[in-house]
Each structure stands twice: as C-alpha cells, then as structure tokens.
C-alpha cells in the first residue's frame, strides 16, 4: 500500500538520465536457428529442383520481426520514471513510478559479458508491473548507479519509505511504501 504526499513539489522539471533499448545479441539463439532453418531450407532447394527455396521466406521473416521488435523497444529513466515503448504496428507506453521500485538485481551472464552487456530487474510494488526486466543493455553498471541514484532521490523528494515486516516464523512481508 502506498502513501503519498499531494503536497508534493514538482522538485524540477523532470529530466531523461538514460535512453537505450536491448542488444540484439539476447537472441543469439533465435538467430542461429533462423540460421541452421535457412541452410536446411537452400539444402532441400538442391534436392527439389529450388521448389524449396521458397522457404527461405519463413527464417527470414522470423529474424527481420525479432530484430524489428528488439529494435523498437525502447527505455528510457527520468528523474522521476522509468518507460518502455515497444511495438512495431501498435505502440505501447508502460510507466513506472521510481518511487514504487522496491529492489533491483543486475546479472551479466557470460554470453552477455563477453560483449559488454548486462540484466537489470527491477521488483516493484506497481499492480500492473510486479517485475520489470532490461535484457542485454550496454554499460549495465553504470545504468544501475543511475537507477539506484534516481530511485533514492525521488523517494527523498516524495518522502516515502518502503515497510518491510517479519512475521514470528523469519518470513519477510511486504507492506509497501509509508509516509
């Protein structure tokens, strides 16, 4: 449950800390087996006279609309939000409040590390996005320190406060953000 303070100053114009989308390396794999389809499909084309060729439509399709949707899906933090528009035909804005956001994680799988890349997740207390998740962005630790940063002053600025209550068994349980 949140509290909030409608006295709240605006504190500023609201300015954009960081804008980036996802790697397209997170779908190496996909890629791959668009690939390996591809081989097959000109393979099969040898043996039926390039009948099959007319295959190749379907691995070049699936790769052109992951890579178009990969590329479409755009962040961006503020000093007061966190938004994500993605879609290619129908966009979609989803908006999160920092002061909602509960904890974040950030992981660098190998595969991710090796090309400078990294995960953010973010848990929040927003009904709509319990779980919010940055796959495979550049300058990962630096985008979290923006982060931490943003969310620490804007929950300074709203004075708000996140409850975290043990029962007697050790479980923790959230109760959201107090005033």
Not at 40 to 67: C, E, K, S, Y
Not at 137 to 156: G, H
Request: aromatic share 8%.
């Amino acid at each position: 449950m949140a509290i909030e303070d409608t006295s709240v100053s605006s504190g500023g114009a609201e300015t954009v800390l960081w804008k980036g989308h996802s790697s397209q390396w997170v779908h190496f794999w996909y890629y791959l087996f668009c690939v390996v389809l591809a081989v097959g499909i000109a393979v099969a084309g040898v043996f039926t006279a390039g009948a099959a060729l007319v295959g190749l439509v379907v691995p070049v399709a699936m790769w052109g609309v992951r890579w178009w949707m990969t590329k479409t899906t755009e962040y961006e933090l503020t000093t007061q939000r966190f938004k994500t528009r993605s879609g290619i035909l129908n966009r979609k804005l989803d908006e999160l409040e920092l002061f909602r956001v509960r904890d974040y994680g950030m992981d660098q799988p190998l595969m991710l590390r090796i090309f400078g890349l990294g995960n953010i997740t973010m848990m929040t207390s927003d009904a709509s996005s319990p779980t919010v998740a940055l796959r495979a962005i550049a300058d990962v630790e630096a985008v979290r320190e923006k982060l931490r940063s943003a969310v620490q002053t804007e929950r300074d600025r709203r004075r708000v406060r996140a409850l975290d209550m043990v029962d007697g068994d050790g479980r923790e349980h959230d109760h959201g953000a107090l005033d």
